[in-house]
Each structure stands twice: as structure tokens, then as C-alpha cells.
């Protein structure tokens, strides 16, 4: 089975300050990982993947997150926080031998980002 | 930028009717999915579609569900005989592949469906 933990269900943090939202993951495989954003009353929008490669992965909007094997985490951060950054944040993962073709993301429950001036 | 649309944005239903849910995917895509959020609980998967066949399905996706993708375009979501516990947001998504850069999944906005 593949699952995905985020332990925090909101995070406060004051515009400018560095952000975290934490993410672990279960697979049995390697993992593919996702971050997601959704603003109120609109989709996910989708904001940076790990697949294989580097383990730091850049995305949109100026997020970036690392892939930490040994602590099987996916931990999406910002160095400077926005109060435009205030969201609700989804990691999700793939195990690519479990799910096939199908493609399947398991979500994790999100996390609300709240950036205070 | 390309995007997933999806039509209505909100739907009100009465237990037992039919409803159809209505997605056009960004138009090179060749991957389409259904998800689904009830409200506060996290985003689920449903069913996953591919070259017209289903790929992937969920516990969920039982037979009061059933996709489609009618024409070169759309790809729906009909639930046949709506229950209590369908009130969800039902999100549509697409991808151009599956594997490397190609499987990102691109959502749309989202149908709101209320079951009274």
C-alpha cells in the first residue's frame, strides 16, 4: 500500500520568515512525490514533483522540497513567506510498481499554511 | 496556459437521481482521472482512464459509477443513483503520461455535488 502522512494540520508563520510543511510517505517501492496547493473555492494547483534525480526539487511560486530517503519525508519549504502564500497544501505519492498504469495519487490530509504580516 | 475545465461548478441533487459530471481535460492529454474530496477529509481517488478503458479503480468507484469520454473532448463522471454519502467535491484531472516529466496530473477546479 502506499500512504502519506502530514502531521501538522496548520502551520502559522509571519510573512518573511522561512516556511515548512512537513510530509512522510509509505511505499513499498521508490517513491514518486507531489506538492499541491489549493486556494479556497479552486483546484489543486500543482507545484513541484520528485521523481529521481537531485533530491532538492525547485517548483512554482518560489517552493522548493527535499527528498530524504532515509527519513522516507518530502518536506515543502520556502525561504521567504507571502501572505498570498496562504493555502492549504497537499503532498501525495505514487509507488510506480504498485499503481502501474493506473497512476494513482494517494493524498495525504493537508496542511493549512497560514502567513501573518 | 492549458487547463482542466469542468462543468457545473456546483450541482443539488435528490437521493436516488442521476447526475453527470462534466470535464474537459487539457487537449493533448491522454490520461484522465476522477478524485473526489468529501468536505474535510482528504482528496480520494477514483477511477483512472486510459485509450477508453478503465486503468485503475477505487473501492469507491462501485457500479453506481461509470466514466465516459464521449467525444474527442469531454470525459464524464455519471453516478447512477446518487446516495447521502456522494455529497463531495468531485475533481477531474489529466495527465499526457505516465511515467518521468509526462505523469503530472493537472486539476480542474472542481464540481461541487450536494445530495438532499
Known amino acids: 500500500a502506499q500512504s502519506v502522512a502530514q502531521p501538522e494540520d496548520q502551520v502559522n508563520v509571519a510573512e518573511g520568515n522561512p516556511l515548512t510543511v512537513k510530509c512522510t510517505y509509505s511505499?513499498?517501492?521508490?517513491?514518486?512525490l507531489f506538492w499541491y496547493v489549493q486556494y479556497p473555492n479552486r483546484g489543486l494547483q500543482f507545484l513541484l514533483k520528485?521523481?529521481?534525480?537531485?533530491?532538492l526539487v525547485k517548483g512554482s511560486y518560489g517552493f522548493e522540497a527535499e527528498f530524504n530517503k532515509s527519513q522516507t519525508s518530502f518536506h515543502l519549504k520556502k525561504p521567504s513567506a507571502l501572505v498570498s502564500d496562504s493555502a492549504l497544501y497537499f503532498c501525495?505519492?505514487?509507488?510506480?510498481?504498485?499503481?502501474?498504469?493506473?497512476?494513482?495519487?494517494?493524498f495525504g490530509t493537508g496542511t493549512q499554511l497560514k502567513v501573518e504580516l | 496556459e492549458p487547463e482542466v475545465t469542468q462543468t457545473p461548478s456546483h450541482q443539488v441533487t435528490q437521493m436516488g437521481q442521476e447526475v453527470i459530471l462534466r470535464c474537459v481535460p487539457i487537449?493533448?492529454?491522454?490520461?484522465f482521472y476522477w478524485y473526489r474530496q468529501i468536505l474535510g477529509q482528504k482528496v480520494e481517488f477514483l477511477v483512472s482512464?486510459?485509450?477508453?478503458?478503465?486503468?485503475?479503480k477505487s473501492e469507491i468507484f462501485d457500479d453506481q459509477f461509470s466514466v465516459e469520454r464521449p467525444d474527442g473532448s469531454n470525459f464524464t463522471l455519471k453516478i447512477r443513483s446518487t446516495k447521502l454519502e456522494d455529497s463531495a467535491m468531485y475533481f477531474c484531472?489529466?495527465?499526457?503520461?505516465?511515467?518521468?516529466?509526462?505523469?503530472?496530473?493537472?486539476f480542474g477546479p472542481g464540481t461541487r455535488l450536494l445530495v438532499l
Open positions: 520528485y521523481i529521481t534525480g537531485d533530491n
Open positions: 484531472a489529466s495527465s499526457f503520461g505516465t511515467s518521468g516529466s509526462q505523469e503530472t496530473q493537472y
Open positions: 482512464f486510459y485509450n477508453n478503458e478503465i486503468s485503475e
Open positions: 487537449s493533448n492529454h491522454l490520461y
Open positions: 501525495a505519492v505514487r509507488d510506480p510498481i504498485l499503481t502501474g498504469g493506473g497512476n494513482k495519487l494517494t
Open positions: 511505499v513499498s517501492g521508490n517513491p514518486y
